[in-house]
């Protein structure tokens, strides 16, 4: 069973980590702070872990320290190797998946992915689009966002083309 630490020890031990994970996270870059990959999720789950572990004297502090680092200088190396070579990156990371090509689902890619077309309908609405047949190209990107391209048809009027509506 564990001790019972005083306040001020946990304070400590949180401010500690809080302090440390903060600098790792600056180190590790800003494409670890934008929309969660999957390699990045497994970090975050870890992290939460071993916080959790230092904050309640499971493991000692500079144990923690040295996981917590073990571990962002890992993911960096990964994200650096994935960076530079296709075929890890194709094993590590999903790429990008059409949805929607010229106004149609491309049911095969939904199934792949375990998408229902309500679900796409759902994303379009989210883009601003209604209907499947103003979409050039719709993708499943790896950050697990869907990207639109609208047909030249359904996009906006742009400022030098106003002259010709007249």
Same mark, same amino acid.
């Given at each position: 069973? #564990?001790?019972?630490?005083?306040?001020?020890?946990?304070?400590?031990?949180?401010?500690?980590?809080?302090?440390?994970?903060?600098?790792?996270?600056?180190?590790?870059?800003?494409? +670890?702070?934008?929309?969660?990959?999957?390699?990045?999720?497994?970090?975050?789950?870890? $992290?939460?872990?071993?916080?959790?572990?230092?904050?309640?004297?499971?493991?000692?502090?500079?144990?923690?320290?040295?996981? !917590?680092?073990?571990?962002?200088?890992?993911? $960096?190396?990964?994200? !650096?190797?994935?960076?530079?070579?296709?075929?890890?990156?194709?094993? #590590?990371?999903?790429?990008?998946?059409?949805?929607?090509?010229?106004?149609?689902?491309?049911?095969?890619?939904?199934?792949?992915?375990?998408?229902?077309?309500?679900?796409?309908? !759902?994303?379009?609405?989210?883009?601003?689009?209604?209907?499947?047949?103003?979409?050039?190209?719709?993708?499943?990107?790896? +950050?697990?966002?869907?990207?639109?391209?609208?047909?030249?048809?359904?996009?906006?009027?742009?400022?030098?083309?106003?002259?010709?509506?007249?």
């Amino acid at each position: 069973m #564990l001790e019972q630490m005083d306040p001020v020890g946990i304070a400590l031990r949180v401010s500690i980590m809080y302090l440390y994970a903060l600098a790792l996270v600056r180190i590790s870059g800003k494409q +670890s702070l934008g929309q969660l990959t999957p390699m990045d999720f497994v970090v975050t789950l870890v $992290i939460g872990d071993l916080f959790d572990d230092v904050f309640w004297t499971e493991v000692p502090v500079v144990e923690g320290l040295v996981a !917590f680092a073990t571990l962002i200088f890992t993911h $960096i190396f990964v994200t !650096f190797v994935t960076c530079r070579n296709q075929t890890i990156y194709r094993l #590590l990371a999903s790429p990008a998946r059409a949805l929607i090509k010229d106004g149609r689902l491309v049911l095969e890619n939904l199934q792949q992915e375990w998408i229902r077309p309500e679900t796409v309908q !759902f994303e379009l609405r989210v883009n601003g689009e209604e209907h499947l047949k103003d979409v050039k190209e719709a993708k499943l990107e790896p +950050s697990g966002q869907v990207s639109v391209l609208k047909t030249s048809d359904s996009q906006p009027v742009q400022k030098k083309e106003k002259g010709r509506l007249r």
